[in-house]
């Protein structure tokens, strides 16, 4: 790790950022020890913080903010405690007006550093050579935990306890069992982030240094061979977007495509469907695809809003809607998978034959090792963040459903609005009152409190948070900000240039192709509704569920987000010009403004 | 009396110390059924010849006497006086009788063709220096083309190549250069190519620069050419930078030369190779690259009118190409992933 000598100037202080007006107070939903506190002014005011808007790309809800400490502490525990990665221990995070900044926590001392080395090669080794066999036992843990989720039950609060508690053994009462079932709740959370981080730095690490190898021997590869290269084929990602082609082939072939009309909700389809007999049927067929297939995120799962397809049908059903009409456009929708196959093999031949002996051994030895990890790169996000995440929001929502049954709160959805402690105190209060039967104060303390934080964090959603804050460093030598981050030393030069203004962003070239348009600037996934054909998409970044708007876009540009990752991914898909972390494109960038999007050189300019 | 010339498909590299690099490689093109235009090479004895008869032998050494590499007031009047002399001296009869008969059978009406010095015994950098790089282009009837043979052999005299072979401690040793004569292609678009990305030094990439009209603009640096970085896996256009392209070399509307002349304004700021055009020069580049089994720096031209046409005009080695530092090392997976992690020997160990 080499030192770095902090330069001021560049970005603002995070001590004398400005609360927006009517956001007064927002630290209150925010644990003691994820704000800039005047106590440990002297550290943090010189450190280099960047916003984390790949992953928090919206101000934070409250009880969301366990969506920041269990990766944290999970990620944490794998890098710096298990593998114990030589240069680097685990992610700080801070708060401001509810937007997530992290930093990275190094290893100096050249002995510590050897010394974590020793560690890291062995366990870190262990499991390069046992992948396979480890990302097996992985899944079957993964599946074992959502089944336990899934049958967690909330309970409710009856008049009276049934009888079986008065006359049965070992029965409890609901005050025991809703205070049992909500920090099982939490733990199961913990432990799906705790699996979560198992294989990701090892799998990213060995990927990255697959594309470095590549673009140290081959500098002007463009970066999206080298993922064709390693990127899988048959990829549960792709899976439930090929569930969709085939319903939509399904429902032509049976002849109820025509109840696909644009416009149409999800339910006027299904009662129209529901209204024949091969309609019926085609119902049938997608009750069996969706579990597991309708288990996708329509966001990247972090927050309580992203709902999966299960909950809010209206993605898949306008990907159906478009699939119906490509065909009936006679158009092939199908991804070509030998296709794609044989390119990928012929990319790997190509670019191998083109290095001498030995570098071609070290390329092909990184390119099997990557396609060996990818599959847990590319899957965990399916079990992780979509499947588990979304339904474990709903194991939440229950919560909020008796709190709001019992008029703690107004809505369900209010909970979010809560810190875990504060349902946690909910939860007791409630549980308490229940018992005595005496006057609960909750329904009096917290629907204010839940109305005042929605209204704060309307106001912070429109507030633009700078990229970075703190110290400028000379240089990004955290192996894992660079790895999963895309956040080097160039990169963050770039955003401290462009604090003065300017109307060119630069970002990674994710996608080739340069096109103008109209810009639209969506800061989260429930407003993709707004997109209009033909829009340039600017957003903070984006997940499979946003799939339905590549068909409308022609161009994308996201704050965060290397080559690899979702926006880029799917632009390659769809031949769309994209530029990936930019870092401020969502800040600089107005809806209707036009735009240049150059996705062969990474530069986006505002026209 | 032995033959000065021969066809260019009738030359391989062997023949390199007699018709010298530019004449040999054309041969090798030709073999490799790399689309050249046809033309002959005169070799080097022709040189000789014309030397000896005119009875310069003397007048050439004694110039050249006593000359160091740092005199050029010295180095100046030897240039001139051996140009002069030479510049009066006939080709000899033989040699013009053959030049006639390989220029007919390149065509009736006295067909244009470029004349260009062939350098011997050096590479194209060391050339450079010599002053063996002349070129003249459009050039029509027997009569021109002797003129244009005989002012390339001048070339072999002019003061950087009499200071570049001072320095070398050759200055006296016999000189000697081939001659190639090719039909001239009438370009509507011309440039090099590289085989390889010379500025990073990537292999899986053909480096294109393209502008209007004879090839003299982009070679001579009097326009700033479009750019094309082309990848030769998938043929995809990977960086490409358009230039106003402001001057082009066209044949003299008066049948002979070529002349400088601006280009419409329109044409200026427009892309002069389209996708298809890429293609066809990636192919090509790839083919010679695979032929000679290494980097080639390649002159090509798209005729007037038959744009789909690849012309290769001229390939020699790349010479210099620049090697990215932090190129990592091979060595075994487990070891690079290490250093990625810090957990290794540091990357540039």
Redesign the interface.
Known sequence: ?ATTAPKAGAFPSPYEIETPPGCEGWEEMYPYYALFDERRRETDENRFWFWNSMHFPMPMPAFDVICIDSPYQAVGAWQNRVFA????MGIDYRCINGYIYISGNPVTDPEK?AE??QF??QR??YY?QNWSELYGKWRAKMEALIRELGELEVPDLPEYEPDEVAFGDDRNTAFYEVLDAYPRALRLGDMMWQHHFEFLLLGY??Y??FV??CK???????DQ?IAQMVAGIDVLLFRPDAELRRLARLAIETGVDEAFQQGRSPAEIDAELAETEPGRSWLEELEKVKDPWFNMATGDGLYHYYRSWLDDPSIPYASLIGHISALGAGEQIDRPTDEIRRERD??AE??GS??DD??R??FD??L??SRTVFPYVEEHKFFCDYWFLTRWWNKIREFGELLARNDFIEDSEDVFQLSRYEVASALDELVLTWATGGLPLGPKHWPPIAARRKEILRKLGEWTPPPAVGVTPDAVTD?MTI?LWGVTTERVQEWARQQDGGSVLNGAAAS?GVIEGIARVVRSVDQIGDVRDGEILVCGSTSPAWAPIFSKIKATVTDVGGVMSHAAIVAREYGLPAVVGTGRATAAIRTGQTIRVDG??GTVTVL | MTGYIRPLHRLSRSDEPNFGGKSANLGELLAADIPVPPGFAISTEAFHAFVHDAGLEDRISSALANLSPGDVDGIGHASHAISEAMRFAPVPAALREQIAEHYANLGEDSPPVAVRSSAVGEDSQDATFAGQQETYLWVRGTEHVCDAVRDCWVSLYSPPAISYRARLGEVERAAAMGVTVQLMVDAEISGVMFTCNPVSGDPSMVAVNASWGLGLAVVGGEVTPDDFLVSKVTREVVREHIHPKDVQYVPDPDGKGAVRVAVDGERRAARSLEQADLERLVDVARRIERYFGCHQDIEWALPRGETERVLIVQTRPVTAISKKPDKPKPASAMSLIMSTFGAGPPKDA
């Open positions: 790790m990665v030589p240069p680097a550093i974590r080395a890291f090669q870190a080794g390069f690490g060995a990255g240094t470095e190898f140290g021997h081959l500098p002007d590869i463009p061979h012929r990319l190509e670019y083109l290095l030995e570098s051994s070290s030895d990184l099997n090792l192996p790895m080739p062969s050189e």
